[in-house]
């Protein structure tokens, strides 16, 4: 299982590597990560179990957060208490994103950095991503609001980009009020 212990922080030098493209077919090794983000995420998610185990709650985990620089995460999202949707995201590419922008109103946070950062993160409301399932399949998706955030948290993620580089350093809160909180 995935502990807190075994999340790579902010201060790993790999968190800011370019992640490479996965090939199919899928490494084994890589198969079993998933299965053990899913479990993790879950847990983590589930208040008894997140306290058993010691766990920050998250919905979504990179493959480099854990020192594998591969293009792939994985988002565990609670849509209804104790129902979860499970997303396995490979080689994802960003087909196309709304205008309209919006931002986490508590703040984004991140299982990699371990300390409060105030300031927005401008995110689409609404992406259309490409990505691949474990099997290879090809796969289209269009995402909104909370997913969309996550969606493109991950895929920061990928590129070595931590959520508060996208916060303005002069003016944390800048351009609030011309976008939406969600």
Known sequence: MILSKDIIDEYDNRIRKKSKEVTFPLDPKYKKTIEDIIDMLKKSQIEEEAEKYNLRPGM???????????????IVYEYEEGKFETYVVINPKLKSASE??????????????NRPIDGIVKRHA?????????????????LREELSIVFQHEMDHLDGI????????????????????I
């Open 60 to 74: 979504g985990l990179s493959a480099v957060q854990l020192g594998i620089l591969q293009r792939f995460f994985v």
């Open 100 to 113: 309209e922008m919006i931002y986490v109103s508590e703040g984004e946070g991140c299982l990699s950095i």
């Open 126 to 142: 609404r992406i259309n991503v490409e990505y691949y399932d474990m099997e290879g399949k090809v796969h289209n998706l269009r």
């Open 162 to 181: 931590l959520f508060y580089d996208r916060i303005d350093k002069n003016n944390p809160y800048k351009d609030a009020e011309k976008m939406r909180g």
